[in-house]
């Protein structure tokens, strides 16, 4: 879908996706979200236009406050990588313990493969996932399953969202991050920007690439080489 089809839904809001396709037809757009189903209590992610981010389907959504919403039906994203930090393997003391499910915009994801870069209005969404048995079978806290000798995901433990905006986070690379609760659903409807020592200072110090850890997504962010004839 092109740029000038989605700008052309600037005042409607948030439109389904599958009437912005109708109306790039040049068919009136229907702009009311339709309920979900008894089947279906999730709505699909629902394109929606703001000219701060004019490369992104599904852009933050900001507070009067300036708290960052939660970012609605996140899962049906992107996801580009689980890096794991367990508390097995770090003296008990893993500041992350979990899984790290990360996510990104459709819009995102396909701007980086095509340009290398993360247009303004990115964002990562980091869901935590715990290792299903903490203690495990050996002192590393790993165990067994069919499969072989690994750790493997239990609950959902919290959400953790950066967002690239040049205006609002200058001061902090162009980045700001924000926290959810590191707990179990429900999440935080709306959380404000971390401070630099909480979130931000980690990553001007470490991250591979503008404030990404990319080297931890690059199997997935790059394209797969087609199979030979």
Known sequence: MSRVCLGSFGSFGIV??????????NKVPDTSVARPTAADKSPALAVRW???????DLPPVWDPDGKLIQP???REMVFIGAPLTPHG???GKANFPEFHNVYIQ???FKAYRATGKWPEGTMMIKELQLVDDPKGEFPD???????GRGYFPGPVNGLDVSVKDSKRFAATNNWG????NHSAP???AAAAAKSVEECAGCHIANADEDMVYVKLYKPILDPLPLPSK
Do not use: T, V, W
Request: charged share 10%; aromatic share 20%; hydrophobic share 40%.
């Open 141 to 147: 806290g790993s165990r067994y399953l069919p499969s």
């Open 50 to 56: 703001d000219p701060a981010y004019p490369e992104i």
């Open 16 to 25: 389904p996706l599958a009437f912005i396709i109708s109306a790039c037809g």
């Open 106 to 108: 459709p819009a995102a």
């Open 186 to 188: 429900p999440y935080l």
């Open 177 to 180: 991050y924000f926290n959810f």
């Open 89 to 91: 393997l770090n003296d």
């Open 72 to 74: 609605k039906n996140f």
